[in-house]
T-cell receptor, first 117, second 115 residues
Framework: GAVVSQHPSRVICKSGTSVKIECRSLDFQATTMFWYRQFPKQSLMLMATSNEGSKATYEQGVEKDKFLINHASLTLSTLTVTSAHPEDSSFYIC?????????????FGQGTRLTVV | AQSVTQLDSHVSVSEGTPVLLRCNYSSSYSPSLFWYVQHPNKGLQLLLKYTSAATLVKGINGFEAEFKKSETSFHLTKPSAHMSDAAEYFCVVSPPPGSARQLTFGSGTQLTVLP
């Protein structure tokens, strides 16, 4: 099946620094990728939709200046958490759908556990 | 519009007994439905999918689900639970292929398997 690779799987950073998370579709092209945040014992919360070659679409309540999304190619989207604070600590997951529509399902990355100290 | 309701936040079964995780959906179009499993600190893995073909869908690890349009349900079952099945399970509704609309997730069901 299709594979989405997300890195890093785990990162610890100091408060005030920025962290970049990469999401790659390894064997298919994804016009659209999605970034989710997941709090403990909860479902996934969509943060933003990343569109190749254009600006990301952010969900209500998500700060676009804090969570910078870049989708520079059909196989790579990045999420940068800027000036991270402890409350940004969470599990972040990306997903992608095949642009051809050959697969209806979304494929998920392995997730990134961010801890801000 | 679409929505998903997972009727149980927690399900506990004994090893070797059947598993039933319930999911009801609503959708204004013919939906694609999925079950994903998530182990701690991991991403989501696809268990099975329904895309308007056979209503009884078989997935990985012995799981299956039946699409019942009249009941708007897509319950996940497994005849015999294994310890490794303990995880969080999400029922998901997807818009049609090519749509830019987002997935809709259920709230999740935590499955505990007792020895």
């Amino acid at each position: 099946g299709a594979v989405v690779s997300q890195h890093p799987s785990r990162v610890i950073c100091k408060s005030g620094t920025s962290v970049k998370i990469e999401c790659r579709s390894l064997d298919f092209q994804a016009t659209t990728m999605f970034w989710y945040r997941q709090f403990p014992k909860q479902s996934l919360m969509l943060m933003a939709t990343s569109n190749e070659g254009s600006k990301a679409t952010y969900e209500q309540g998500v700060e676009k200046d804090k969570f910078l999304i870049n989708h520079a190619s059909l196989t790579l989207s990045t999420l940068t958490v800027t000036s991270a604070h402890p409350e940004d600590s969470s599990f972040y997951i990306c997903s992608a759908r095949d642009r051809t529509g050959a697969n209806t399902e979304a494929f998920f990355g392995q997730g990134t556990r961010l801890t801000v100290v | 519009a679409q929505s998903v309701t997972q009727l149980d936040s927690h399900v506990s079964v004994s090893e070797g007994t059947p598993v039933l995780l319930r999911c009801n959906y609503s959708s204004s179009y013919s939906p694609s439905l999925f079950w994903y499993v998530q182990h701690p600190n991991k991403g989501l893995q696809l268990l099975l999918k329904y895309t308007s073909a056979a209503t009884l869908v078989k997935g990985i690890n012995g799981f299956e689900a039946e699409f019942k349009k009249s009941e708007t349900s897509f319950h996940l079952t497994k005849p015999s639970a294994h310890m490794s099945d303990a995880a969080e399970y999400f029922c998901v509704v997807s818009p049609p292929p090519g749509s830019a609309r987002q997935l809709t997730f259920g709230s999740g069901t935590q499955l505990t398997v007792l020895p």
